[in-house]
C-alpha cells in the first residue's frame, strides 16, 4: 500500500477541485487520518494570500492542519531558490514538509502547481522531479475543453512518457473537461494511444456549471456592497447583460440565471426587472448589479424593504463598462461555501470514475473499523449504488429543499416533495436552487388520492373510520407520504423538521406496519465521536421496553450496526456488571440478555454491563475481564428511554459529538424520523440512509 499519491495536471484550467475534492472523499471513506499537501502554491490571484484549494480541502474535510503546514513554498519562493541555483535545497524543503504529514497521518495527497506561471513545461518539470522525490504514484489530470482528441491523447501521451522515462509510477489518467459526446472515443483513442499501459484511465464531462461564479464570488471580485438578498449569494450566474436600452428591447434578452448589470440611478429598468422576476411568465435571472458613484434611491430602499424572495441586489461605484469588464475576467471556481458545487463535483466524478477500483489502486485494502468521516462520507456512495425514491413530504421546508438540492446533485437519491405545488416552486425560485425535474405533489389534487384514501379506508374501517375519514387523513402530507411508501410509489419516507416523532411515526404503525419476526418498531442514533461511531438504542420510540422487547432492540440494532459497516459488539446497559448488582431494573436486563443469546447465539453481546465497562478497556479488566465485549462495545442498548434519550444528547452535548437519527428499525418499509432542530447536513445523512435502508429491504445492499 502506497502512503501518497500526486495529482497534477498537465496544462492550465484542468479542473484540479473537482479531481482534488473526488479523491479525497475516497480517501476519508477508508483512511482514519489524511493529510493535505500542496509543495508549492501560487497566491498571485488570490486577495486573501491563500491558496484556493487549501482552503476548500481543509475547510470542507475539517482538517486539523494549519494552513502553514499544508504547503511547502510560495510559487515566488521556488522561483528565487531556483534562480539562484538552490534547487536542492527547495526539494529538501518539501520533503521536509511532507515527512512531518508522512509520519503523523496515515494516508498524504499531495496536489501540484497551478500552471499559472509563463512556463508550462518549467512547471511539468518541476512536478515530475518533485513526485519522484516524494517516492509517490501521480495521477495525471488532462484537459479537453478546448482541444481536439488527438492533442489531448497526444499530450497525456507525452506526459506518461516524460513521467516513467523519470521512474514514476503512474496510477492513473484523467481527462477532465470531456465535451460529453465525445467521452467514449476519448477514452477509446487514450487507450489505443497507450496500448492499455495505464490500468486505469477515466473521461468526465465538461460541465458548465461549475464554472460559472456566484455572486459569492462576484461580490468579492468587485468589492460589492451587498443592499438585499445577502443569504442568497448562492447563486450562480450564466451570463451578464448590460440593461441601457428601454424595457421592451430589453426584457426579451434575458434568460435564466442571468446577471443584469444597470446604472444606479435607472429605476425604469430596476423595477421593470424586478416585476419580470416576480412573473412566473419570465426567466429567473440571478442577480442585479447597479453600478455608478450616485447613492441607492430612497424610493429604491423603502422598496426593497417591503419586498420578501428577491435576487440579490448589489452596488458597485464603479460605471457599467467597467464593471462588465470586471466580472468577465471571473472564473466561476469551488469554494467551501458553494455547497451545490461541491455537490455537483462529487456527484460528476463518482458517476464517471470507478472509486472503487481507484481506491483498491491508492490504498490497497479497506479498513476494518470505522471512524465518524468514514460513515458519513460512505453514505453517499452507497445510496447511490441502487438509487432509491425517497419522498419528503414537508416539501415547504427550506432544510428540506436545500438538502434535496445537494443529494440530487450527488445522484444519491430520486426526491418526492410534497406540499402546496406553488408554494414550493415559489420557495426554490426565491432561495435560488436547483432541483433539476424533481417531482412534486399536492396530495389532494393528485391521481394517487382517491385510490390512496380508499385504501387507508380498507385498511382501518375496522377501527371506526369512514370514507370521508379517510379523505381527510390521506390529505395530510405525512399520512399521503406514508402510503407512497406503503404502495410502493417510494422507497422510504423521511419527515420531522417540522412535524413531532408521533406524526412522523403513527401513519407507519397504523398500515406499513413491523416486519415478520419483529413485534415493535425501535430506534437508534449513530453517535459520530472524535474517533469512532457507536450505536445507541432505543432513545426515541419506547418508553419502558419489556425483557422481551429488550432483547429484540438488541437484536434489530446489532443488524442496523452491521448494514451500516459497524461491527456489532453489543454491551446491554445497566446500573450494574455482570452479577454485582440486584432488583428489578437489573433483572430485566439478565432476562433480556439470555433471550437475545438465545435468538441470535453468534451476536456478540454481554449484559448486565455498566456504560464505563463497555468502553473502557481498564475498567473492563477490573469489572469483568472475561468477556469478548467489554471495553470495546459498539450497540448500546439502554433500559429505558429516560435513560437513552438523556444519555445520548448528554453525551452528544459534553463530547461536542455527531448524532445522526433517530433511525426506525423494525417497519416492513423505511421510514425515518428527523429532530425538529436538524440542520441540512443532518437532513442529507438520514435520507442517503433511509435510502440503504430501502436497498438492504430489496436485498440489494
Known amino acids: 500500500m502506497s502512503k501518497n499519491l500526486y495529482i497534477t495536471g498537465l496544462e492550465p484550467q484542468s479542473g484540479l477541485s473537482l479531481i482534488t475534492l473526488g479523491v479525497m472523499e475516497l480517501l476519508v471513506r477508508n483512511l482514519v487520518s489524511v493529510a493535505f499537501f500542496r509543495p508549492i502554491i501560487n497566491t498571485r490571484h488570490n486577495e486573501n494570500s491563500k491558496d484556493d484549494i487549501i482552503h476548500l480541502i481543509s475547510t470542507y474535510y475539517d482538517t486539523d ?12 519562493e521556488a522561483r528565487n531558490l531556483i534562480s539562484e541555483k538552490k534547487y536542492g535545497k527547495l526539494l529538501e524543503g518539501i520533503l521536509d514538509k511532507y515527512k512531518q504529514l508522512e509520519n503523523e497521518y496515515d494516508f498524504v495527497l499531495c496536489l501540484g502547481t497551478d500552471f499559472a506561471s509563463d512556463s508550462s513545461a518549467f512547471e511539468f518539470e518541476l512536478n515530475v522531479e518533485i513526485a519522484n522525490n516524494l517516492g509517490s504514484p501521480v495521477l495525471l489530470v488532462a484537459n479537453a475543453h478546448n482541444d481536439s482528441i488527438e492533442t489531448v491523447v497526444e499530450s497525456c501521451r507525452f506526459a506518461t512518457e516524460s513521467f516513467k522515462d523519470k521512474g514514476s509510477n503512474i496510477l492513473s489518467i484523467i481527462v477532465n473537461r470531456t465535451p460529453p459526446h465525445l467521452q467514449e472515443q476519448m477514452l477509446d ?28 464570488e462576484i461580490v468579492q471580485a468587485l468589492d460589492a456592497q451587498v443592499i438585499y438578498g445577502t443569504d442568497q449569494l448562492n447563486r450562480s450566474i450564466s451570463r451578464f447583460v448590460i440593461a441601457a436600452m428601454n424595457l421592451k428591447n430589453y426584457l426579451p434578452r434575458l434568460s435564466d440565471d442571468n446577471l443584469v448589470i444597470t446604472p444606479v440611478d435607472r429605476l425604469d429598468i430596476i423595477l421593470g426587472t424586478l416585476a419580470a422576476y416576480r412573473s412566473s411568465n419570465m426567466p429567473n435571472i440571478g442577480g442585479i448589479v447597479l453600478t455608478g458613484y450616485l ?8 422598496l426593497l424593504l417591503g419586498i420578501h424572495n428577491l435576487v440579490p441586489i448589489v452596488k458597485v461605484k464603479e460605471d457599467t463598462f467597467t464593471t462588465a469588464t470586471k466580472i468577465q475576467k471571473i472564473h466561476g471556481t469551488i469554494t467551501p461555501e458553494s455547497q451545490l458545487k461541491i455537490a455537483s463535483a462529487l456527484g460528476i466524478f463518482e458517476s464517471n470514475v470507478d472509486t472503487t477500483e481507484l481506491r483498491k489502486k491508492i490504498v490497497g ?5 470505522t471512524t465518524p468521516k468514514m460513515f458519513e462520507f460512505g453514505l453517499i456512495k452507497r445510496a447511490r449504488a441502487h438509487k432509491q425514491v425517497i419522498v419528503l413530504p414537508e416539501g415547504e421546508e427550506e432544510r428540506i429543499l436545500r438538502a434535496a438540492e445537494i443529494l440530487i446533485h450527488r445522484e444519491a437519491v430520486a426526491i418526492i416533495l410534497l406540499g402546496n405545488a406553488q408554494e414550493i416552486e415559489k420557495k426554490i425560485v426565491g432561495l435560488g436552487l436547483n432541483l433539476g425535474d424533481t417531482r412534486i405533489i399536492e396530495p389532494t389534487t393528485s391521481d394517487y388520492f382517491e385510490e390512496y384514501a380508499d385504501t387507508y379506508f380498507e385498511l382501518r374501517k375496522h377501527k371506526g373510520i369512514t370514507p370521508d375519514n379517510a379523505r381527510d387523513v390521506m390529505s395530510g402530507v405525512t399520512h399521503f407520504g406514508t402510503m407512497m411508501v406503503y404502495k410502493g410509489h417510494a422507497d422510504g419516507m423521511v419527515s420531522g423538521a417540522v412535524h413531532s416523532t408521533l406524526n412522523t411515526v403513527r401513519p407507519s404503525l397504523q398500515f406499513v406496519k413491523t416486519k415478520p419476526g419483529s413485534t415493535i418498531m425501535s430506534s437508534v442514533i449513530f453517535m459520530c465521536l472524535e474517533d469512532r461511531v457507536l450505536v445507541y438504542g432505543d432513545c426515541a420510540v419506547n418508553p419502558r421496553p419489556t425483557a422481551e422487547q429488550l432483547a429484540e432492540i438488541a437484536i434489530e440494532s446489532s443488524k442496523t450496526a452491521e448494514l451500516f459497516g459497524i461491527k456489532p459488539l453489543v454491551a446491554m446497559l445497566s446500573y450494574s456488571s455482570g452479577t454485582s448488582g440486584v432488583g428489578e431494573e437489573v433483572e430485566k436486563v439478565k432476562k433480556a440478555t439470555e433471550i437475545a443469546q438465545k435468538l441470535a447465539p453468534d451476536l456478540l453481546l454481554e449484559g448486565p454491563i455498566q456504560y464505563d465497562a463497555a468502553v473502557d478497556a481498564t475498567v473492563a479488566r477490573t469489572k469483568m475481564p472475561e468477556s469478548q465485549v467489554a471495553g470495546k462495545a459498539t450497540v448500546f442498548i439502554f433500559p ?11 453525551v452528544q452535548r459534553s463530547a461536542k459529538a455527531v448524532a445522526i437519527g433517530p433511525i426506525m428499525q423494525g417497519l416492513n ?17 438520514t435520507i442517503a440512509i433511509t435510502a440503504i435502508q430501502a436497498q438492504a429491504e430489496k436485498g440489494l445492499t
Open 295 to 302: 447613492e441607492t434611491d430612497d424610493l429604491l430602499r423603502n
Open 189 to 216: 483513442s487514450l487507450n489505443q494511444s497507450l496500448q492499455n499501459t495505464i490500468g486505469l484511465t477515466y473521461s468526465i464531462p465538461y460541465e458548465d456549471a461549475l464554472n460559472r461564479p456566484t455572486m459569492a
Open 365 to 369: 485494502y479497506s479498513m476494518l473499523f
Open 65 to 76: 492542519l494549519p494552513y502553514d503546514k499544508m504547503y511547502a513554498y510560495t510559487f515566488e
Open 669 to 685: 418499509k423505511p421510514v425515518n424520523d428527523l429532530s425538529r432542530g436538524c440542520l441540512v447536513t443532518d437532513i442529507v445523512n
Open 640 to 650: 429505558d428511554l429516560n435513560t437513552g434519550n438523556n444519555t445520548y444528547k448528554a
